[in-house]
């Protein structure tokens, strides 16, 4: 994933519409004057050679200002503020549940490239630091707002498809704690995807129930106990499970 950004951003310092945009920001922006764009980048992102404390901000508060209308300079701006981004995005993936932090960065690159086609002036000062936790904010508000969006209905291990012509569902009638205890001895659920399915269906807890409780996000829950389901249905045959 992040090798993947490298290589784009590569690409983009050599295309060939790069020498007219930077006559255009030295015009705009005098600080990003007579700069070649990885090095405007680089100053951005806090980590060219020897420069001052807070040149960094100054930079990236010019690249903020174009970017709304000059798509390359948005380029430049979530270039810079990547490897907060991946470190939000490595956070985020040790929660119990989450999703791997390639994905996570994934999303909050995309929510960053929102947000900076947006009015500037929302941040007075330590840009990349306020960007990158605006963004995880507001990456914790979308899942949330899609979990009362959409509402998941609990997961009972009520029967699931037949699995052959005439034959009853895989789990009618299921002893649902013998079940979990077989799963998580046998290595079919991890100790946690076990939990999750025994607050669904002996506590009648919901996905944000659950996460809050575990300090993951109710999308991570939703996840992990539609996997736990999948594994389950899957391996049933392995716990001894039998049809009717």
């Not at 970017?67 to 701006?77: E, G």
Request: hydrophobic share 45%; charged share 20%.
């Amino acid at each position: 994933m992040v090798n993947g950004y490298a290589d784009d951003w590569a690409r983009t310092c050599s295309d060939r519409g790069v020498h007219d945009a930077l006559g255009r920001w030295a015009t705009a922006e005098p600080d990003l004057a007579s700069l070649p764009l990885d090095t405007i980048m680089r100053q951005a992102q806090g980590t060219w050679p020897d420069q001052h404390p807070d040149r960094a901000d100054t930079v990236l508060a010019a690249l903020l200002r174009l970017a709304p209308t000059d798509p390359l300079a948005r380029r430049t701006a979530v270039q810079a503020v990547l490897p907060r981004l991946i470190a939000v995005a490595r956070t985020l993936s040790r929660r119990a549940g989450a999703a791997p932090a390639g994905e996570l960065t994934a999303d909050l690159v995309a929510l960053a490239w929102e947000e900076l086609g947006r009015a500037t002036g929302r941040w007075p000062g330590h840009h990349a630091a306020r960007l990158a936790t605006h963004v995880q904010r507001r990456h914790t508000r979308t899942l949330r707002h899609q979990l009362h969006e959409h509402p998941v209905a609990d997961v009972t291990l009520s029967p699931g498809p037949p699995t052959g012509p005439g034959e009853p569902g895989l789990f009618a009638g299921v002893d649902v704690a013998s079940l979990l205890n077989a799963a998580a001895a046998r290595g079919v659920l991890q100790p946690l995807a076990a939990r999750i399915l025994e607050d669904v269906a002996f506590h009648g807890l919901t996905d944000n129930q659950i996460a809050a409780s575990r300090g993951a996000t109710p999308a991570a829950v939703k996840k992990a106990r539609q996997r736990a389901v999948i594994a389950l249905r899957t391996h049933g045959p392995v716990l001894g499970l039998r049809a009717g």
